[in-house]
């Protein structure tokens, strides 16, 4: 899985997400209001159109901090942490400084009597300045506890999936081994490439659970049910419909064994519970800036609560999806008469 990096700037590869910048604007709100208040001393005092200046001012701000920042989001990503915050405050300030400059040649234009200087061009800098101050510390400082907080998800999610882990291999390496050992005295060439195959899909769980090729994650589950399908024979059938070029598959992200454990529980609650053939049919489609997954396996009702070891696997799937791609992210299970189908659909993203 892919980790937040505690040392560098994550938390400004995320201020371009509609989640964020809307918590941002609404707390900038109680800001703007508590600097009336604190400029007017009393609510009786305070105006409406000036609470509207100080909402406008600010959410400006704001909104060009985000933009510039979601912008360069690979320029801040390349720093430090403490780097990435200095070079944050930095531009905030700038905004600032522009801003009140735009603002005071604006009021010139408009028809100002006094002669244009360096005086009414920077009016207000200072207080301004202090005000972005105290802004640029209220905004890094929930970025920042945001990313703390990002940080323990993810550290909570990889332990609970080295746990998943730690239990799921040892019943898939002994079945796959025992399978291998039925094999060895009447097909040996099948033995050698199902070694081959639990070889590669066991690499790949014992790395880190990072973001992969959608390409590398379907080779990645295509070896997983070659071995099924040599221990399983005929009774599995496995159909792939892919809607989508082979650039597509290369660039689009997925995190690593996001699909492998869907198949499995695909086998594992439709095929092996049916005493006769069965197909599983996955479909992939890539669409308007959006993946879609869907897979269906038959099932009979009586095979529908789920072995634990196995739900979690699934919860973690998807908790392991909204981790990288947020809430856009779809994970959906349908039951029907006699097909199971499930559906994962996230935002499209380039590796």
Same mark, same amino acid.
């Given at each position: 899985?892919?980790?937040?990096?505690?040392?560098?700037?994550?938390?400004?590869?995320?201020?371009?997400?509609?989640?964020?910048?809307? +918590?941002?604007? !609404?707390?900038?709100?109680?800001?703007?209001?508590?600097?009336?208040?604190?400029?007017?001393?009393?609510?009786?005092?305070? +105006?409406?159109?000036?609470?509207?200046?100080?909402?406008?001012?600010?959410?400006? !701000?704001?909104?060009?901090?985000?933009?510039?920042?979601?912008?360069?989001?690979?320029?801040?990503?390349?720093?430090?942490?403490?780097?990435?915050?200095?070079?944050?405050?930095?531009?905030?300030?700038?905004?600032?400084?522009?801003?009140?400059?735009?603002?005071?040649?604006?009021?010139?234009?408009?028809?100002?009597?006094?002669?244009?200087?360096?005086?009414?061009?920077?009016?207000?800098?200072?207080?301004?300045?202090?005000?972005?101050?105290?802004?640029?510390?209220?905004?890094?400082?929930?970025?920042?506890?945001?990313? =703390?907080?990002?940080?323990?998800?993810?550290?909570?999610?990889?332990?609970?999936?080295?746990?998943?882990?730690? @239990?799921?291999?040892?019943?898939?390496?002994?079945?796959?081994?025992?399978?291998?050992?039925?094999?060895?005295?009447?097909?040996?060439? $099948?033995?050698?490439?199902?070694?081959?195959?639990?070889?590669?899909?066991? @690499?790949?769980?014992?790395?880190?659970? $990072?973001? !992969?090729?959608?390409?590398?994650?379907?080779?990645?589950?295509?070896?997983?049910?070659?071995?099924?399908?040599? @221990?399983?024979?005929?009774?599995?059938?496995? +159909?792939?419909?892919?809607?989508?070029?082979?650039?597509?598959?290369?660039?689009?992200?997925?995190?690593?064994?996001?699909?492998?454990?869907?198949?499995?529980?695909?086998?594992?609650?439709?095929?092996?519970?049916?005493?006769?053939?069965?197909?599983?049919?996955?479909?992939?489609?890539?669409? =308007?800036?959006?993946?879609?997954?869907?897979?269906?396996?038959?099932?009979?009702?009586?095979?529908?609560?789920?072995? $634990?070891?196995?739900?979690?696997?699934?919860?973690?799937?998807? =908790? @392991?999806?909204?981790?990288?791609?947020?809430?856009?992210?779809?994970?959906?299970?349908?039951?029907?008469?006699?097909?199971?189908?499930?559906?994962?659909?996230?935002?499209?993203?380039?590796?």
């Amino acid at each position: 899985m892919q980790q937040a990096n505690p040392s560098g700037s994550y938390f400004f590869t995320k201020i371009g997400q509609w989640q964020y910048l809307l +918590e941002l604007i !609404v707390a900038s709100q109680v800001l703007a209001l508590v600097l009336v208040l604190a400029e007017a001393r009393s609510w009786q005092a305070v +105006e409406g159109f000036r609470v509207l200046q100080y909402m406008l001012f600010i959410n400006w !701000v704001i909104l060009c901090f985000s933009a510039i920042v979601d912008y360069f989001q690979a320029f801040f990503a390349k720093f430090s942490q403490k780097t990435a915050l200095i070079l944050g405050f930095i531009l905030l300030q700038l905004i600032v400084l522009l801003t009140t400059c735009a603002i005071n040649l604006l009021q010139y234009w408009a028809g100002s009597n006094a002669v244009f200087s360096e005086t009414v061009l920077l009016h207000g800098a200072g207080l301004h300045m202090s005000y972005g101050i105290l802004l640029g510390a209220f905004c890094l400082r929930y970025l920042y506890m945001r990313e =703390q907080w990002m940080n323990q998800q993810y550290s909570e999610l990889n332990a609970r999936i080295q746990a998943m882990q730690a @239990r799921i291999h040892p019943h898939f390496l002994f079945n796959s081994l025992n399978s291998v050992v039925s094999l060895i005295a009447s097909d040996a060439d $099948k033995a050698e490439n199902m070694l081959i195959s639990l070889s590669r899909l066991f @690499r790949a769980s014992f790395q880190e659970l $990072k973001l !992969v090729s959608l390409d590398e994650e379907i080779d990645l589950c295509q070896q997983y049910l070659s071995i099924e399908k040599m @221990r399983l024979g005929d009774r599995l059938t496995v +159909e792939w419909n892919i809607q989508a070029t082979p650039l597509e598959l290369q660039q689009v992200t997925i995190p690593l064994l996001t699909l492998q454990p869907l198949l499995e529980n695909s086998i594992f609650h439709g095929v092996e519970r049916i005493l006769q053939p069965s197909v599983i049919s996955v479909l992939v489609e890539i669409l =308007q800036n959006q993946v879609s997954i869907v897979i269906t396996n038959p099932y009979s009702r009586d095979t529908i609560n789920p072995k $634990k070891g196995n739900g979690i696997a699934i919860e973690n799937v998807q =908790q @392991r999806l909204k981790a990288h791609y947020g809430q856009a992210v779809k994970f959906q299970v349908y039951g029907g008469t006699s097909l199971y189908t499930t559906l994962v659909s996230y935002p499209y993203q380039v590796k």
